[in-house]
């Protein structure tokens, strides 16, 4: 049994919100995997350490939790083609690229969406796969290995598309699937990696794609295996006019009343995006406890809107951040997007909206939205899982509040990031990670997916 003395940050943001969250200024004791004594300044930890981490030039914070991400689309960043496109026009031209997915390209993208994350600062991530072409039916297992490869935890979800163009939905009919082959993977993977309990490493969650891409049997037969295995549901809502439109046009409803119809609004669920509402929306949503990936960077590429994320959370809605797939944000910098989040809601609310409750989403929020209580907080009890940043780089030179500068001052690299009790990242780097081989090999995938 080893223990660590994570000794007086710089600075340190907890994101304990409970009214008697100690001063937590001299630092953390970590025992194994799970944090044991948070310290005040001055205090010393109660029995002896083997190890003492200084951390007297880092800001001390949570590892930072994505709710929202397609990994696989990494290969299409920053495409020509649709970079300057809205998101029914941006689909429809990159499905049928999707479409040539391959499992090693998949297993690059996924590798390179994780170690982008985990370098940000990211522990605990989600992902939405939900391109299943001929030959790539082992997707989420492809994931889990490079999952446990890179050391963080993750909810990986089963997406999926029924509703092709033949019957009216958005995708070509090459990226669709038979529901009961959906159903029946679907149980499979949930049966072979979904974990439970404290310090679970992966997790599985169901999750058909969107209103416009899914059949109405699909949603709620997914509803019904997901209360039936005990997993959580996932689903893009609300992102768009365009997707109000379609819902009112094909189910007479809008999308909360569509959801509603389907059995998904429950505390079981949480939305992508999540942009559209009105304020009775919001409420039903939030006696639900149904929760929200708020997505800031994906909004403003696609200029989807800006979601009312002070009023969700003040109706009770669990909110948490997502920097949503490769091709609309175009990156996976997690810290990154607690600043486009911070600066999107003081757009929609003010320049009142602080800084805390902006790394309040990232963090404790975002735990909630995945439906996780041992992550997400620096409190007794809690996984290890946190993020070291040193502020000594030109961009926060001149800087005051170590915590506010982390976010205004862009941060986008942590220098040391533990998931569990292990180093995961190690000066800015993860060890035993190739990353120019990587890159180049990834590159060379991108390119054959373009290219076909
Ligand atoms: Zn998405």
New binding site residues.
């Given amino acids: 049994m080893t223990r660590l003395w994570i000794k007086n940050p710089l600075g340190v943001f907890t994101a304990d919100d409970t009214p008697d969250a100690p001063d937590a200024s001299g630092g953390l004791v970590v025992e194994n995997a799970v944090i044991t004594e948070v310290l005040a300044r001055g205090a010393e930890p109660s029995a002896p350490v083997e190890e003492v981490f200084d951390a007297s030039q880092h800001v001390l914070t949570p590892g930072l939790i994505n709710t929202?991400h397609?990994f696989y689309q990494t290969l299409t960043r920053a495409w020509g083609l649709v970079a300057d496109a809205e998101l029914f026009p941006w689909l429809t031209g990159l499905y049928p690229v999707w479409a040539r997915l391959t499992p090693r390209a998949l297993e690059l993208a996924t590798t390179v969406a994780l170690a982008e994350l985990l370098l940000s600062g990211c522990t605990t991530a989600a992902d939405?796969h939900y391109v299943f072409p001929p030959g790539l039916d082992e997707a989420i297992d492809i994931q889990v290995s490079a999952v446990r490869r890179l050391g963080l935890r993750a909810t990986l979800t089963r997406g999926s598309m029924t509703l092709g163009q033949d019957d009216g939905g958005l995708p070509p009919q090459s990226v669709v699937q038979p529901l009961d082959t959906i159903l029946e993977d679907s149980a499979r993977l949930v049966r072979t990696y979904h974990e439970t309990g404290p310090g679970a490493q992966v997790q599985i969650a169901l999750a058909p794609c969107s209103p416009f891409s899914v059949t109405t049997d699909a949603m709620r037969e997914s509803a019904r295996l997901a209360t039936e295995l005990d997993v959580r549901l996932h689903t893009?809502l609300a992102e768009t006019l365009d997707e109000e439109d379609f819902c009112r046009e094909r189910f007479g409803m809008r999308t909360v009343d569509y959801l509603e119809s389907v059995g998904w609004l429950t505390d079981r669920t949480w939305l992508?995006h999540g942009i559209h509402f009105d304020d009775e929306e919001i409420s039903r949503l939030g006696e639900a406890g149904t929760a929200v990936a708020h997505?800031p960077t994906?909004n403003m590429r696609l200029a989807s809107g800006i979601a009312r994320v002070l009023e969700l959370e003040d109706a009770g809605v669990p909110v948490g951040l997502g920097v949503?797939?490769s091709a609309s944000n175009d990156a996976s910098t997690m810290v990154a997007e607690v600043r486009q989040a911070l600066y999107l809601q003081r757009l929609r609310y003010g320049a009142s909206v602080p800084v805390h409750r902006a790394l309040a989403w990232g963090t404790r929020g975002s735990a909630r939205v995945l439906g996780r209580d041992d992550v997400g907080v620096l409190a007794v009890g809690k996984q290890a899982d946190l993020a070291l940043w040193r502020l000594d780089e030109l961009r926060f030179s001149g800087s005051h509040d170590p915590v506010a500068a982390l976010v205004l001052c862009a941060a986008d690299r942590a220098d040391r990031v533990m998931v569990g009790g292990q180093w995961r990242v190690v000066d800015g780097r993860i060890p035993d990670l190739d990353v120019d081989a990587l890159v180049a090999e990834h590159s060379a995938a991108a390119r054959g997916l373009i290219s076909g």
């Fill in positions: 929202h397609h939405h893009h992508g997505c994906s949503d797939g």
